[in-house]
């Protein structure tokens, strides 16, 4: 089901609590995650070594929302990686752990 940008990063926000927050929510903690968004997420994740760390994936309604999200997620520390392709509508986050690559 296709989320709004609100949703998903109330979800996203919810997540990165639930798999990682020690604490108060600060720069440091954002500075553990990875968002990105994609066509293919599932493929992403696998080219991200990230399928055995906590991670997430949801559907945004347009890409302009996921971009949206994105943008969101850069502001407050967390890596963002370039690009996205030319429709991305997926948003994928997970936990960077050692082993997980960053493009």
Request: proline share 4%; net charge positive.
């Amino acid at each position: 089901m296709a989320c709004s940008s609100k949703e998903i990063v109330e979800q996203l926000e919810y997540f990165m609590d639930q798999h990682g927050r020690l604490g108060m929510r600060v720069f440091s903690f954002y500075s553990d995650w990875y968002v990105g968004i994609s066509q293919d997420a599932d493929r992403r994740l696998r080219e991200h070594n990230a399928l055995d760390v906590p991670h997430k994936v949801m559907t945004a309604t347009s890409a302009e929302m996921a971009r949206a999200v994105e943008h969101y997620f850069r502001l407050r520390g967390c890596y963002v990686g370039p690009g996205g392709g030319t429709n991305p509508n997926k948003v994928y986050a997970y936990r960077m752990k050692e082993g997980t690559t960053r493009p």
